[in-house]
C-alpha cells in the first residue's frame, strides 16, 4: 500500500455506540492531522500530531478523542455521537519538522460518517 | 491568519486554458501560497505553491502578482479529470504547525 490509507470508507452508526476510525501514512512522515468535512462547508481542521504529540486541538468537543501512537497511524474514537456529526472525516500526513519552509500535504480517501 | 478570496465557481471548455483566480490583500511577507484541489469523493491533493516569483510543475502553473495580493492557477488545457473544487491557501512559513486553513475554494466545471 502507498500513501494515507483510511478505513473505515463508510460508517453507520447510532447516538450511543462507540467506533473508531484508522488512519495509516506509508510515507515516514511525522505529522499527521484529522479534518471535518460537512456538506457545504469548507474543511475544518480537527487535530495536529507532529511526532505523535497532539499539538493542536481545534476546539473539537470531547466526543472525539485522537490517539496517535506512533508516526505511521492515528485514529478517532468516537463516542455519543450526534447526527450534526455526520460527515467526511479525512486524514492526511506530512513531512512536518525538517520539511524546510514549505511542507505538503497527503490526504487519505476519507471516511464518510453517517449518525443516526 | 491571512484570508483568500476566491469565485465560487467557474467553467472550461475541455483542452482550453483555465485561470483560477485567488486575492489575498493581506498577506504578510511570510506567508506562502499554495493551492490544493479536490476532485470529486476524494481527499484533497497538492497541486503547487509559491512565494514571490512564478512557479510552474507538471501539473500548472503559479503566477503571483507584483505586490502578491493576488495570484493565479493556470490550467494549460483543461481535461475532465480536472473537474474539482480549487483551494487557494496562505500559510505562514514561520507557522511550526503546519497546519492548512481550508475555504470554500473554486468549483471548476469543464464541459467536454
Known amino acids: 500500500e502507498t500513501g494515507v490509507t483510511q478505513t473505515p470508507r463508510h460508517l453507520v452508526m447510532g447516538m450511543t455506540n462507540k467506533k473508531s476510525l484508522k488512519c495509516e501514512q506509508h510515507l515516514g512522515h511525522n505529522a499527521m492531522y484529522w479534518y471535518k468535512q460537512s456538506a457545504k462547508k469548507p474543511l475544518e481542521l480537527m487535530f495536529v500530531y507532529n511526532f505523535k504529540e497532539q499539538t493542536e486541538n481545534n476546539s473539537v468537543p470531547s466526543r472525539f478523542s485522537p490517539e496517535c501512537p506512533n508516526s505511521s497511524h492515528l485514529f478517532l474514537h468516537l463516542h455519543t455521537l450526534q447526527p450534526e456529526d455526520s460527515a467526511l472525516y479525512l486524514c492526511?500526513?506530512?513531512?512536518?519538522?525538517?520539511?524546510?519552509?514549505?511542507?505538503?500535504?497527503?490526504f487519505g480517501p476519507g471516511t464518510r460518517l453517517t449518525v443516526l | 491568519d491571512a484570508k483568500t478570496t476566491q469565485p465560487n465557481s467557474m467553467e472550461s471548455n475541455e483542452e482550453e486554458p483555465v485561470h483560477l483566480p485567488c486575492n489575498h490583500s493581506?498577506?504578510?511577507?511570510?506567508?506562502?501560497i499554495h493551492w490544493y484541489r479536490q476532485l470529486p469523493s476524494q481527499g484533497p491533493e497538492y497541486v503547487i505553491h509559491g512565494l514571490t516569483s512564478n512557479v510552474n510543475n507538471r501539473m500548472a502553473s503559479l503566477a503571483i502578482a507584483e505586490d502578491r495580493k493576488s495570484s493565479t492557477l493556470i490550467l494549460h488545457r483543461a481535461t475532465l479529470r480536472d473537474a474539482a473544487v480549487y483551494y487557494c491557501i496562505l500559510r505562514d512559513r514561520r507557522d511550526s504547525s503546519y497546519k492548512l486553513i481550508f475555504g470554500s475554494g473554486t468549483r471548476l466545471l469543464v464541459r467536454p
Open positions: 493581506t498577506i504578510s511577507g511570510t506567508d506562502y
Open positions: 492526511a500526513s506530512s513531512q512536518g519538522s525538517g520539511a524546510g519552509d514549505t511542507d505538503t500535504q497527503y
